[in-house]
């Protein structure tokens, strides 16, 4: 037996042989009926859609029996450390930062690993720099002793400079001195030092 038209309401729930659907909204009347927009009541897709519409004497007929409403199913999502799951809101949630200095803020997705930063008026991807940024403080705040990336490449900077004293100072040397036996050592130590700096 159909449900009554009466029945039919935005919010009311009905189970189909399918699944639950919750209806939305009701089209203004046409002619001797409406039509009814409805949404799956657990909000999940099923063969690619979550919402439809449908002339009320079919819906009335296709609808099973009036159930209440279950709610939306608890949506998951995986994150990337230690695939680390957390629960998802029914509905989208606006989360408001207010700043006179956007560029300070950064927001990293868990579940994608995109970095994020706000110019004022938009979002943007951070860049590879203010991504090792982000990374430099995340290991700080965790209590970790990290380098930033840019203080590796002051002392990859400085020990190039270093060898490069050394290996000047070596190989002056090797010109200096007439003993055959002490100029090869010498060009033998520019040689490793050479060497070692190429690794």
């Keep these: 037996m159909p449900v009554s038209i009466e029945q039919i309401r935005p919010g009311a729930v009905f189970r189909f042989k ?3 659907r919750r209806v939305t909204s009701l089209s203004k009347p046409l002619g001797a009926g409406f039509n009814v927009n409805w949404e799956y009541a657990d909000r999940l897709p099923r063969a690619g859609k979550r919402t439809g519409s449908q002339w009320v004497h079919y819906f009335r ?3 099973i029996e009036e159930i209440p409403d279950p709610g939306p ?3 998951q999502r995986k994150l990337i450390p230690l695939q680390r799951v957390v629960g998802c809101q029914p509905a989208p949630v606006t989360i408001t930062l207010e700043t ?3 560029d300070k803020y950064a927001i990293v997705d868990l579940e994608t690993g995109e970095l994020w930063g706000h110019t004022g008026d938009t979002f943007r991807r951070l860049s ?3 991504s090792a940024d982000v990374a430099y403080v995340a290991g700080l705040a965790s209590g970790a002793q990290r380098s930033h ?3 590796q490449a002051v002392h990859r900077s400085a020990a190039t400079g ?3 004293a050394i290996r000047e ?3 002056a040397l090797v010109g200096r001195y007439d003993d055959h036996a002490l100029r090869s050592l010498l060009a033998e130590l520019v040689a490793e030092i050479d060497a070692r700096a190429a690794r």
């Design 61 to 63: 007929a296709n609808a």
């Design 169 to 171: 100072s070596l190989a």
């Design 162 to 164: 270093e060898h490069n």
């Design 73 to 75: 199913a608890a949506e």
């Design 18 to 20: 399918t699944a639950a």
């Design 149 to 151: 990336p840019d203080d």
């Design 128 to 130: 590879e720099a203010e």
């Design 100 to 102: 006179r200095c956007p």
